[in-house]
């Protein structure tokens, strides 16, 4: 049981550069989402998904797209990269709501910086 | 937007000595999570409160959701080094189950 798994580790991009961010989790999870972590600024919610063909906003979406076409996998692109997403990107994954008490599983981050 | 208060922003202790971290919500919580996360690595959960006057252990770790669900304290009995990090408080978004806000963090040094 990998839980949640993150590729790359680290990414170096230039301004104006597109990539994706992978996530995949084996726990059969219905919920995923992507947060950045910023100094100063804690984990801030990108976007999330409560099952595969849903997803949503969070608190910081501009510049980020998501779908969620399997359970298993919820990628996060970045359409034209700037030197303000340079971040270290987490993604999670819960069986169930965060208010009746399910935990969320992060995974180990991938550390992005753009040029 | 429902905000979570971390204090102390940072803390140094001796190796041995106890220490308490403060999480503080500007509204009511309906569940509260907290997570250790290591330099360069991902979020570890620890534990996860939910009912007013709720405490959990874990090893020497104690976390506490106070009757008025507005304040949580994480409380570590003899610190040691493998103790040290950032210790996050995480809280449900009001209206919404899933989403999570967070603190901003309290970064722990143990020093030997």
């Known amino acids: 049981n990998a839980g949640v798994t993150q590729t790359p580790k680290f990414q170096v991009l230039k301004t104006g550069q597109s990539m994706t961010l992978q996530c995949a989790q084996d726990?059969?999870?219905?919920?995923m989402s992507w947060y950045r972590q910023d100094p100063g600024m804690g984990l801030r919610l990108i976007h999330y998904?409560?099952?595969?063909?849903?997803?949503d906003q969070g608190e910081v979406p501009n510049g980020y797209n998501v779908s969620r076409s399997t359970t298993e996998d919820f990628p996060l692109r970045l359409l034209s990269a700037a030197p303000s997403q340079t971040s270290v990107y987490f993604c999670?994954?819960?069986?169930?709501?965060?208010?009746?008490?399910?935990?969320?599983?992060f995974g180990p981050g991938t550390r992005l910086l753009v040029l | 937007s429902q905000e979570l208060e971390q204090s102390p922003q940072s803390l140094i202790v001796q190796e041995g000595k106890n220490l308490t971290i403060n999480c503080t919500s500007s509204?009511?919580?309906?569940?509260l999570y907290w997570y250790k996360q290591k330099y360069g690595e991902g979020l570890i959960f620890l534990m996860m409160?939910?009912?007013?006057?709720e405490e959990k252990s874990h090893e020497k770790i104690t976390a506490k959701l106070d009757e008025k669900k507005q304040q949580s304290s994480l409380h570590i009995t003899a610190s040691q080094p493998s103790h040290a990090g950032i210790y996050l408080c995480?809280?449900?978004?009001?209206?919404?189950?899933?989403?999570?806000?967070f603190g901003k963090g309290t970064l722990l040094t143990v020093n030997p």
């Open positions: 509204k009511t919580l309906y569940g």
């Open positions: 409160l939910q009912k007013g006057g």
């Open positions: 995480g809280a449900p978004l009001r209206g919404s189950n899933y989403k999570l806000t």
């Open positions: 999670a994954s819960s069986s169930g709501l965060a208010g009746v008490g399910e935990t969320q599983y």
């Open positions: 726990m059969n999870h219905e919920y």
């Open positions: 998904s409560v099952g595969a063909g849903i997803t």
